[in-house]
């Protein structure tokens, strides 16, 4: 039963010099860490989780061609998989991500992260408090997101999906100056994450596997 209701948690934005760009982003932004040859943050798409609280606007169909083949697979593999329920779960992930991110809340990234990814986030938090800076960041709305590719090698399942948002980004210095940023002029984001799961375990947890930009 995998109602991957990823609605867990999951995360990024305006860091300092991070390892690389969660999304494409206008302005004065901080991109999330990511690895250079390895999957970006982990989200524990766990199920039964409430809405996101921001505001969620879907629109056109939420699947993309190349993806309907590796969603297939994963349906084969266990009947229960729903991609609406799926989608759902994957906005909360993202918004409960990005704000753990934003809060620099590394022990709540680890909870929703694979260890490497969850490394590489507490790497980029340590780093921006090194430089006495905070993110006082909202998600104000996640315009769309579709699943854009999946597929299944061996056991393991992995679903990508691609998230138009806006943001309202700020950084602050260690006084709480504005350095960078504004609250009132949302940025539009474009963001890829992967989650995986290996099919058939009892963990009915999704995890976020890579981050990209759109």
Do not use: C
Not at 47 to 70: D, K, N, T, W, Y
Not at 141 to 150: L, T
Request: glycine residues 6%; proline residues 5%; negative net charge.
């Amino acid at each position: 039963m995998l109602y991957v209701i990823v609605l867990a948690m999951v995360a990024a934005f305006l860091a300092l010099r991070l390892y690389s760009v969660l999304g494409k982003r206008t302005g004065h932004e901080q991109p999330l860490p990511r690895r250079p040859e390895e999957p970006a943050p982990a989200a524990a798409l766990a199920r039964g989780v409430a809405e996101p609280q921001a505001e969620v606007r879907e629109a056109a169909r939420p699947i993309e061609a190349g993806a309907e083949q590796g969603l297939r697979a994963i349906v084969s593999a266990e009947p229960g998989f729903d991609v609406s329920r799926f989608l759902d779960g994957a906005k909360g992930a993202y918004r409960m991500t990005l704000e753990a991110f934003w809060r620099g809340d590394a022990d709540e990234v680890r909870k929703l992260a694979t260890p490497e990814v969850a490394e590489a986030f507490a790497a980029a938090i340590a780093e921006r408090e090194a430089a006495g800076e905070t993110l006082d960041n909202r998600l104000v709305s996640i315009e769309r997101a579709v699943v854009s590719d999946a597929r299944v090698e061996g056991r393991e399942a992995r679903v990508t999906v691609r998230f138009d948002a806006d943001v309202a980004a700020v950084t602050r210095d260690a006084d709480g100056n504005v350095i960078a940023g504004s609250l009132t002029d949302a940025i539009e984001t474009h963001d890829v994450w992967t989650f995986q799961r290996t099919l058939g375990d009892r963990d009915p947890n999704w995890r976020l596997a890579d981050t990209d930009e759109a």
